[in-house]
């Protein structure tokens, strides 16, 4: 009942709505910047989609500002929780463990929509309008480095490594915003807990820059074309995964074993 009251109540929320519209904006963007020579040399939808034709300016843009969406959409509950004083009489009916579990369980939810409902409006676009088929072979079609980690599944089957770019993007739209709500564990201003995943995120493009390893960026290995220039992307991904559950999960504990909430 709490799960699905916070799922609603998030998703409802206009900041959530104003996410979703970024998302829509940059899509639109995509569309009228790709390279239409390219794009349309072959009747396939995935020379269109964000993310695939680097080409235009949205597959730039989407992976870069998506902590920023997220964390707009789905980071705030808890801070909203403390600030309207809600907080204590929630923990009158449930205790502070399944409080914060259900918290951050509505928050991913809502987070990963947000990051993948743009996208895939713009797919059902795509794929009504051009074939969906294996991208084709040739080096006016080669999106994906052949020396990429995904590239065997996308040669193979493109719709299948879509997919997985979507699940991968709701995954981590889910943990930005999950980002959020950890950050809301402590004394902070309004509205930090908005940006903090997107400062972390950008913190991993600097981190990347300056050691040489670009793959390191959570930017880089969560937009498809970038990732599978490198052979081990998957292992960022993966690691960076196992790396952020485990701390949300290890804080959340943690704050979970206090009396009260700050």
């Given at each position: 009942?709490?799960l699905?009251?916070?799922?609603?109540?998030l998703?409802?929320?206009?900041?959530?709505?104003?996410?979703?519209?970024?998302?829509?904006?940059?899509i639109?963007?995509?569309?009228l910047t790709?390279n239409?020579v390219n794009?349309?040399?072959?009747?396939?939808a995935?020379?269109?989609?964000?993310?695939?034709d680097?080409?235009g300016?949205?597959t730039t843009?989407?992976?870069l500002?998506?902590p920023l969406?997220?964390g707009?959409a789905?980071s705030s509950?808890?801070q909203?929780d403390?600030?309207?004083?809600?907080?204590n009489?929630?923990?009158?009916r449930?205790?502070?463990?399944k409080?914060?579990c259900?918290t951050l369980?509505?928050?991913?939810i809502?987070g990963?929509?947000?990051?993948v409902?743009?996208?895939l409006?713009?797919s059902?676009?795509?794929f009504l309008?051009?074939?969906?088929?294996?991208?084709?072979?040739g080096r006016d079609?080669q999106i994906?480095d052949?020396?990429?980690c995904?590239?065997?599944?996308?040669i193979?089957?493109t719709?299948?490594?879509?997919?997985c770019?979507?699940?991968?993007?709701?995954?981590f739209s889910?943990?930005f915003?999950?980002?959020?709500?950890?950050t809301?564990?402590y004394?902070?201003?309004?509205?930090?807990?908005l940006?903090?995943?997107?400062v972390l995120?950008f913190?991993t493009?600097?981190?990347?820059d300056?050691?040489?390893?670009v793959?390191a960026s959570?930017?880089w290995?969560?937009t498809p074309?970038f990732s599978?220039?490198y052979?081990?992307?998957?292992?960022?991904?993966?690691?960076y995964?196992v790396?952020?559950?485990?701390?949300?999960?290890?804080?959340?504990w943690?704050?979970?074993t206090?009396d009260v909430?700050?």
């Amino acid at each position: 009942m709490l799960l699905r009251k916070q799922v609603q109540r998030l998703f409802f929320r206009w900041q959530t709505w104003l996410a979703i519209l970024i998302g829509l904006i940059i899509i639109v963007i995509q569309a009228l910047t790709i390279n239409k020579v390219n794009a349309n040399a072959a009747n396939n939808a995935f020379l269109h989609l964000t993310g695939f034709d680097f080409s235009g300016a949205g597959t730039t843009i989407y992976y870069l500002i998506l902590p920023l969406m997220c964390g707009l959409a789905a980071s705030s509950t808890l801070q909203e929780d403390k600030k309207d004083h809600r907080l204590n009489e929630l923990l009158t009916r449930v205790t502070k463990r399944k409080y914060l579990c259900t918290t951050l369980i509505s928050s991913f939810i809502v987070g990963g929509l947000v990051g993948v409902l743009p996208l895939l409006i713009e797919s059902c676009y795509f794929f009504l309008n051009y074939h969906v088929t294996n991208v084709p072979k040739g080096r006016d079609f080669q999106i994906i480095d052949p020396n990429g980690c995904g590239y065997s599944l996308f040669i193979r089957n493109t719709l299948a490594f879509w997919l997985c770019t979507i699940v991968i993007a709701f995954v981590f739209s889910g943990l930005f915003s999950m980002i959020g709500i950890v950050t809301s564990y402590y004394n902070i201003h309004n509205g930090i807990e908005l940006i903090m995943p997107f400062v972390l995120a950008f913190a991993t493009i600097v981190v990347a820059d300056l050691t040489g390893e670009v793959e390191a960026s959570l930017y880089w290995v969560l937009t498809p074309t970038f990732s599978n220039t490198y052979s081990n992307g998957i292992y960022f991904i993966l690691g960076y995964f196992v790396l952020i559950t485990g701390l949300i999960a290890l804080l959340t504990w943690k704050e979970s074993t206090k009396d009260v909430c700050n």
